[in-house]
């Protein structure tokens, strides 16, 4: 779906207010059906999971997916008004007489981010309603997909959430989400010594750590889950893993 909807975006030709309505009529059919099927599809799984990690058979689920796609995942925005926004980021970036490419490239970004912020709020707003109907559901967990992820959410991936505070970490977080089994609350850290290995890649890069991840960007900061040569490996934004002096996360 990301790469139908770049294709649209690249192919516009021009990039003026008269294009908007065009690309908004192309594309926003290719989002909801994207949210639809992830929806679809997380529900599914939670089923399965439920059956697997309880023991016992879902209770039935009835999810309506205008519950969880378009306006609905985004307080009422309308998705018009939300795929507007990358067309603004190429006015206000040729406003500030930067080339053309690079403000069709800056509303290409902007244009990504907003998909994938959309996708996951389809599986988190499925996630809480899909589970709100599973009374024996208390907690889950993030669970990490692909081969890098920001050291925001591999943080995340440490702790515990009640089911219905699930949401997504930043925009274009793509995390995703298994059920734990628990009597009692486990606590919020449920991998004490993943969460320090990270505190310490970071303060070994950068000289210091933020426990709240407010005084430095975790979200800038890359986790590589499968470098091939060196495994788990921290670098910045735009980073590309390639030799021996990748800063390495302590195991």
Known sequence: ML?????????LGTWRDADVTRFQR???????????????????YLEQMHREVLGVASPRVDLDLEDVTGAATRGGVAPADVYR??????????????????ARD???????TLAKTDLQLARTRTVRLVTAQQPAVRYVVRELRGEFDCALCLIASTQRYRKEDLLPIHPGCDCGVKIITATEDPGQVVDEERLEAIHKAVEQ???????????IDYRKIIIANNHGELGPVLGFKGQRFTGPDDIRIPT
């Open 205 to 215: 890069a950068l000289g210091k750590s933020a426990r709240d991840a407010r005084a």
């Open 85 to 102: 926004r990358p067309f603004r980021v190429v006015w206000k970036a040729l406003e500030d007489e930067l080339p053309f490419d690079t």
């Open 3 to 11: 790469s139908t909807l770049a294709g649209r975006w690249t192919g």
């Open 106 to 112: 800056r509303g290409a970004a902007r244009l990504e």
């Open 26 to 44: 192309q594309t926003l059919p290719v989002l909801e059906a994207g949210q639809r099927t992830i929806a679809s599809l997380t529900a599914t």
